[in-house]
């Protein structure tokens, strides 16, 4: 069974400073695809990053990129230069399987990041 | 611009009443899904469909049914609401993952309900 663990409940960052929000997966498929979004105080469920399986390099969008160590399966984001607006609850997540579940997004628990001035 | 919708934000409903929750996209996406979201647990996968009148059981799918009659529009059904169902509830809607499309999930804006 597919599985995403995200270790860290909550965590704080200084403003300006660079944060990894760690996630850990579990999948028997070799192809599979691992996404960040981020969920302000607001509700509303941002994309942040994707990164597949079989990409040889890690994904960078911007302040984000994902550190993805495939042997270790692991897949965590990095924020540089964190900024007030970086405060919100960050979910990893990871799509797989095989026929139609190959499109299913399970989720983890997600890390509350709060950036202090 | 890209739109998933949610029917209601919010709603109080009574134990043993029957719940609609409707979600329409704009997308023309082959994929639809409802998750719940509690503190804690994150989003959990109650159905999804990857095509009209197809569906599959997610994670926690006790509870639920699911209705795709249209390939816009996904409907959650609580059949018999019950206190443990109080939730926000996710929409969210995608493309096939193969070719370049990564899968992403489109997400609506939620809905809130309070079973009392």
């Known amino acids: 069974a597919q599985k995403i663990t995200q270790t860290q409940p909550g965590m704080f960052v200084q403003e300006k400073e660079a944060v990894t929000l760690d996630c850990t997966y579990d999948?028997?498929?070799?192809?599979?695809?691992l996404f960040w979004y981020k969920q302000p105080s607001s509700g509303e469920m941002i994309f942040l990053i994707y990164q597949g399986s079989y990409d040889q390099q890690n994904a960078t969008e911007g302040r984000y990129s994902l550190n993805f160590q495939k042997a270790r399966k692991s897949a965590n984001l990095v924020i540089s230069a964190s900024q007030l607006g970086d405060s919100a609850m960050y979910f990893c997540a990871m799509r797989g399987g095989h026929g139609g579940a190959t499109n299913k997004l399970i989720f983890g628990t997600g890390t509350l990041l709060a950036v202090q001035p | 611009d890209v739109k998933v919708t949610q029917s209601s934000r919010y709603l109080v409903k009574r134990t043993g009443e029957k719940v609609f929750l409707e979600c329409v996209q704009d997308m023309d996406h082959e994929n639809m899904f409802w998750y719940r979201q509690d503190p804690g647990l994150g989003l959990r996968l109650i159905y999804f469909?990857?095509?009209?009148?197809?569906?599959e059981k997610g994670d926690i799918p006790e509870g639920y049914s699911v209705s795709r009659e249209k390939k816009e529009r996904f409907s959650l059904i609580l059949e018999s609401a019950s206190t443990n169902q109080t939730s926000m509830y996710l929409c969210?809607?995608?493309?096939?993952?193969?070719?370049?499309?990564?899968?992403?999930?489109?997400f609506g804006e939620g809905s809130r309900l309070t079973v009392l």
């Open positions: 969210a809607s995608s493309l096939a993952a193969f070719g370049g499309a990564t899968g992403e999930l489109f």
């Open positions: 999948t028997s498929d070799p192809s599979y695809g």
């Open positions: 469909s990857y095509d009209v009148k197809m569906k």
